[in-house]
T-cell receptor
C-alpha cells in the first residue's frame, strides 16, 4: 500500500515565526488532506488539496502530485497553532481508505 | 449545528468486557469511519461504511465489530478479542464517493484495565 512520510517529526517555534511542514507519498493520489489535532485530541480538516495551492488565512498548502509531495505553510505562528499536523492520502487511487502519516508535532512558544 | 457526536468522552472497562462506542452525525453524510489512535502515532482505519447496512474492514478490524442500521449512526463495539483496546477512538464522516473531505468527532478515550 501507499506510504506516507511527514517531516519534521517535531518543530518548536517562537510565536510569530513561519514554518513549512512536508508530506511525501509513494504513489499517485487523487485526494490529499491536511488535519490539525489540538492538544485535546480534536481533529480539524484544514485542507482538501489533491493538487495545486490553497490558502486559508495564515495557512496555505501546496500539493505537487507529479512529484508526490505536499507542503503546509504556517505564517506568523500563534500559540493556538500548537498541536499535531497530519496529512492523509487514499490507500489506493479512488479509494476511501485514507492513510495517515505519523504527523508533525508543532509547539509554538509565546 | 451540524456535526459528529461521539460519546462518551472517556470510558473505562475491565479486561474481558465488550464495550460499545457511539457515533452519531447530522451532516447527512453517507460514509462513516472509525479510526484508532495510539499515543504519538497517526490514525489507523478500523472499519468504514459507504451506505446503510454495508461496511468494510480497514487495516485493524480484528477484535472490533460495527453496524450501520441508520444513516446517522455507526456504533463500534470493542470486543474482548481485541488484545490492546486502550486507545483514542475517532469517528469520521464524509459525503459519498472517493476523495471527499473527512470530518471528525471529538473522540472517545477508552481505557481497559
Amino acid at each position: 500500500g501507499i506510504q506516507v512520510e511527514q517531516s519534521p517529526p517535531d518543530l518548536i517555534l517562537q510565536e510569530g515565526a513561519n514554518s513549512t511542514l512536508r508530506c511525501n507519498f509513494s504513489d499517485s493520489v487523487n485526494n490529499l488532506q491536511w488535519f490539525h489535532q489540538n492538544p485535546w485530541g480534536q481533529l480539524i480538516n484544514l485542507f482538501y488539496i489533491p493538487s495545486g495551492t490553497k490558502q486559508n488565512g495564515r495557512l496555505s498548502a501546496t500539493t505537487v502530485a507529479t512529484e508526490r509531495y505536499s507542503l503546509l505553510y504556517i505564517s506568523s505562528s500563534q500559540t493556538t497553532d500548537s498541536g499535531v499536523y497530519f496529512c492523509a492520502v487514499p490507500l489506493a487511487y479512488n479509494n476511501n481508505d485514507m492513510r495517515f502519516g505519523a504527523g508533525t508535532r508543532l509547539t509554538v512558544k509565546p | 449545528d451540524g456535526g459528529i457526536t461521539q460519546s462518551p468522552k472517556y470510558l473505562f472497562r475491565k479486561e474481558g468486557q465488550n464495550v460499545t462506542l457511539s457515533c452519531e452525525q447530522n451532516l447527512n453524510h453517507d460514509a462513516m469511519y472509525w479510526y484508532r489512535q495510539d499515543p504519538g502515532q497517526g490514525l489507523r482505519l478500523i472499519y468504514y461504511s459507504q451506505i446503510v447496512n454495508d461496511f468494510q474492514k480497514g487495516d485493524i478490524a480484528e477484535g472490533y465489530s460495527v453496524s450501520r442500521e441508520k444513516k446517522e449512526s455507526f456504533p463500534l463495539t470493542v470486543t474482548s478479542a481485541q488484545k490492546n483496546p486502550t486507545a483514542f477512538y475517532l469517528c469520521a464522516s464524509s459525503i459519498a464517493g472517493s476523495g471527499a473531505p473527512l470530518h471528525f468527532g471529538n473522540g472517545t478515550r477508552l481505557t481497559v484495565t
